[in-house]
C-alpha cells in the first residue's frame, strides 16, 4: 500500500514536519515523489511506531538510529543492547539526582549566618565532612553521606 506524506501523518498521528525530519535523520525513505509529494510504503507506519516507542523510553534518535542500523547491516534487530546502555545512564544520572536532592534538603534548613560562611562550610566538606558537622552542626546537617 502507498501513502502520501499527508496519510501516513494523519494515520501514524504525527505531524507531516516530523515525519519530514526522521527522513531528513534516515530514519524513515519515501518511495519518492510525484507531483511534488511524498510518498512512503504502508510498512512506514510500523517504523515510526517504533521509533516513538524509542522515544518514549527517552532514547534519542541517534541510539534508535542505531537499533534500526544493525538490521541494515544483517543482525537481527533489537532494544536490548541500546536499553541496557539507556539503563545505565539513568541509573547514573538518578544518583547524581539524589545527591542534588540531599544537598537541597541541607540548604533548606541551612542556619550559616552568611552565604559566604556556608560556602565555606560546602568546601570545607569536600575533603574533611566532621569539619562541615564542626561548622554548621550536626542538627542542620543530618546525616552526610
Request: proline fraction near 2%; charge should be positive; aromatic fraction near 4%.
Amino acid at each position: 500500500m502507498t501513502l502520501s506524506i499527508s496519510e501516513v501523518a494523519a494515520l501514524s498521528g504525527l505531524r507531516v514536519s516530523a515525519i519530514r525530519y526522521y527522513e531528513q535523520q534516515c530514519l524513515v525513505h519515501s518511495l519518492g515523489r510525484r507531483s511534488g509529494m511524498r510518498f512512503f510504503d504502508g510498512s512506514v507506519l510500523a517504523t515510526l511506531a517504533t521509533i516513538e516507542v524509542g522515544k518514549a523510553a527517552g532514547l534519542s534518535l541517534t541510539e534508535i538510529r542505531s537499533v534500526f542500523s544493525s538490521a541494515a547491516i544483517g543482525e537481527r534487530p533489537s532494544w536490548r543492547r541500546v536499553a541496557r546502555m539507556k539503563n545505565r545512564e539513568i541509573a547514573r544520572e538518578m544518583k547524581r539526582l539524589e545527591r542534588r536532592r540531599e544537598l537541597l534538603a541541607r540548604l533548606a534548613t541551612c542556619a550559616c549566618p552568611t552565604l559566604d560562611h556556608c560556602g565555606r562550610a560546602f568546601i570545607a566538606a569536600r575533603s574533611d565532612v566532621r569539619r562541615m558537622r564542626r561548622h554548621c552542626g550536626d542538627r542542620v546537617l543530618g546525616q552526610l553521606p
